[in-house]
């Protein structure tokens, strides 16, 4: 078992940059399915996620080759349709996006269920109801879902949830259905746009993503294309946290400011020391900052994947903050970890209250989900001590040499196996 300690209390001074979006990586590597040659996709990061669905794609009889710096080939022109099995699909979340693609591409889709954070039930009903209005059938056989159509037609779609699994799947499904799909009530995430710039750049007719109408006019054929991972946002936005903890001139580069304005907003709204650039930001520490209260909310909203990182940050703020999680019912798990680590903070429901400013000091620690996991990194740099946190596949799934970028800025971090 690999485990990370972590000596806290340096300053972090230098660059760190920020690698292609998780979440766009993994929607885009099944999405290369829908193409009928090969495409050249760049800035994949290195994380567990895309291995496994690199290794699922090889399973389907993709050629895999690796160009260097961090882009890719993938030849699809020789793809069998075969059963997404349980252990290939457990292994992530984004394993649903074989759904729509294969779908898409051969009516047909066979493929287990996801795995994932355990952050709340996590359904996907309204990826098998947009399936089912393109005209799909859905059935059930032990652990696989089985969607198929003898035909795919355009529909028009309203989703209860501004879902981003959801959005992506359906229009993966629809890209070469017949005539027209409207997707109303989409997800808005900058990813969203990605995969639909990658879609109409092999051919699609897609308009209107990044806006809460897309629309898809089917197509018949799609052609070879290359196009580019766009940069982390929520890595970007852990980095900036930790720069607000323990940054001295910290620059975050590679990245779309526009992306994560509603966490720097924040920042600034707490008197953060941050100076914004054209692809980059720097931030310095405060010893203190104002206390807030922050809402996750869907895009442009605040991202919920940085509520658990930013939660460690209101240790630094004096009097009462608060967080309130609106997108995943169980994703206070940080909490417990962080208390032994010297926050003070009480959860009702869906509301943490933290009373600041609290001295942070190093535990042992479990990182029960992903950015459950970013949170303690982000609390151990800031405490005294040497911080111990178990349970770390979970972070590597996400965070492209996590390690390496922080002792390249002076942190003392290291993976250990015990
Ligand atoms: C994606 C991201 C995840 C991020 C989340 C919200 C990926 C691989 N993961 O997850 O990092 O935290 O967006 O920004 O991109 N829901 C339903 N039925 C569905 C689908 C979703 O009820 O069919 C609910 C979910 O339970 C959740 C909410 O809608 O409460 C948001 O889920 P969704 O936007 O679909 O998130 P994911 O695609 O799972």
Same mark, same amino acid.
């Given at each position: 078992?690999?485990?990370?300690?972590?000596?806290?209390?340096?300053?972090?001074?230098?660059?760190?940059?920020?690698?292609?979006?998780?979440?766009?990586?993994?929607?885009?590597?099944?999405?290369?399915?829908?193409?009928?040659?090969?495409?050249?996709?760049?800035?994949?990061?290195?994380?567990?996620?895309?291995?496994?669905?690199?290794?699922?794609?090889?399973?389907?009889?993709?050629?895999?080759?690796?160009?260097?710096?961090?882009?890719?080939?993938?030849?699809?022109?020789?793809?069998?349709?075969?059963?997404?099995?349980?252990?290939?699909?457990?292994?992530?979340?984004?394993? =649903?996006?074989?759904? #729509? *693609? !294969?779908? $898409? +591409?051969?009516? &047909?889709?066979?493929?287990?269920? @996801?795995?994932?954070?355990?952050?709340?039930?996590?359904?996907?009903?309204?990826?098998?109801?947009?399936?089912?209005?393109?005209?799909?059938?859905?059935?059930?056989?032990?652990?696989?879902?089985?969607?198929?159509?003898?035909?795919?037609?355009?529909?028009?779609?309203?989703?209860?949830?501004?879902?981003?699994?959801?959005?992506?799947?359906?229009?993966?499904?629809?890209?070469?259905?017949?005539?027209?799909?409207?997707?109303?009530?989409?997800?808005?995430?900058?990813?969203?746009?990605?995969?639909?710039?990658?879609?109409?750049?092999?051919?699609?007719?897609?308009?209107?993503?990044?806006?809460?109408?897309?629309?898809?006019?089917?197509?018949?054929?799609?052609?070879?294309?290359?196009?580019?991972?766009?940069?982390?946002?929520?890595?970007?936005?852990? =980095?900036?946290?930790? #720069? *607000? !903890?323990? $940054? +001295?001139?910290? &620059?975050?580069?590679?990245?779309? @400011?526009?992306?994560?304005?509603?966490?720097?907003?924040?920042?600034?709204?707490?008197?953060?020391?941050?100076?914004?650039?054209?692809?980059?930001?720097?931030?310095?520490?405060?010893?203190?900052?104002?206390?807030?209260?922050?809402?996750?909310?869907?895009?442009?909203?605040?991202?919920?994947?940085?509520?658990?990182?930013?939660?460690?940050?209101?240790?630094?703020?004096?009097?009462?903050?608060?967080?309130?999680?609106?997108?995943?019912?169980?994703?206070?798990?940080?909490?417990?970890?962080?208390?032994?680590?010297?926050?003070?903070?009480?959860?009702?429901?869906?509301?943490?209250?933290?009373?600041?400013?609290?001295?942070?000091?190093?535990?042992?620690?479990?990182?029960?989900?992903?950015?459950?996991?970013?949170?303690?990194?982000?609390?151990?740099?800031?405490?005294?001590?040497?911080?111990?946190?178990?349970?770390?596949?979970?972070?590597?799934?996400?965070?492209?040499?996590?390690?390496?970028?922080?002792?390249?800025?002076?942190?003392?971090?290291?993976?250990?196996?015990?």
């Amino acid at each position: 078992m690999n485990i990370l300690k972590v000596q806290g209390g340096k300053e972090l001074e230098g660059r760190v940059k920020i690698s292609g979006a998780k979440n766009s990586a993994v929607a885009l590597l099944p999405a290369t399915l829908l193409c009928d040659e090969s495409v050249n996709l760049l800035n994949v990061p290195d994380i567990s996620d895309t291995v496994a669905l690199f290794d699922i794609l090889s399973y389907l009889g993709a050629k895999i080759t690796n160009l260097g710096e961090e882009s890719y080939k993938i030849d699809v022109s020789n793809i069998e349709n075969k059963p997404i099995t349980d252990e290939m699909s457990n292994k992530l979340r984004a394993s =649903y996006y074989f759904m #729509g *693609a !294969l779908l $898409g +591409k051969y009516k &047909k889709a066979v493929v287990s269920y @996801p795995g994932g954070c355990s952050i709340g039930s996590r359904p996907i009903d309204l990826h098998l109801k947009g399936f089912e209005s393109l005209g799909a059938k859905i059935e059930y056989e032990e652990n696989n879902i089985i969607i198929s159509a003898e035909e795919l037609k355009g529909s028009n779609i309203y989703l209860d949830f501004a879902s981003v699994g959801a959005t992506i799947n359906i229009m993966l499904a629809a890209v070469k259905a017949d005539g027209t799909t409207i997707i109303d009530n989409a997800a808005r995430e900058p990813e969203i746009v990605n995969i639909a710039m990658f879609l109409n750049s092999m051919g699609a007719k897609i308009t209107g993503a990044g806006t809460s109408t897309i629309r898809i006019k089917g197509v018949k054929n799609m052609h070879s294309s290359v196009h580019e991972v766009i940069p982390d946002r929520i890595e970007a936005g852990t =980095y900036t946290i930790i #720069g *607000a !903890l323990v $940054g +001295k001139n910290l &620059k975050i580069y590679n990245i779309i @400011p526009e992306h994560i304005e509603a966490l720097t907003s924040k920042l600034k709204e707490m008197g953060a020391n941050i100076e914004i650039g054209p692809d980059y930001l720097v931030i310095t520490k405060k010893d203190e900052y104002k206390p807030v209260n922050v809402k996750t909310l869907v895009y442009p909203g605040f991202p919920t994947d940085l509520q658990q990182p930013f939660s460690v940050l209101l240790s630094r703020c004096r009097g009462k903050s608060t967080v309130e999680e609106t997108i995943f019912e169980n994703r206070f798990m940080h909490l417990p970890e962080l208390r032994k680590m010297g926050m003070v903070v009480s959860l009702d429901e869906t509301v943490a209250t933290f009373i600041g400013p609290n001295e942070l000091n190093a535990a042992i620690v479990n990182a029960t989900d992903l950015r459950a996991g970013a949170s303690l990194v982000t609390a151990a740099l800031a405490a005294k001590g040497v911080t111990t946190i178990t349970n770390i596949e979970h972070i590597l799934r996400g965070y492209e040499g996590l390690v390496e970028k922080l002792q390249d800025v002076g942190a003392k971090i290291k993976i250990e196996e015990i």
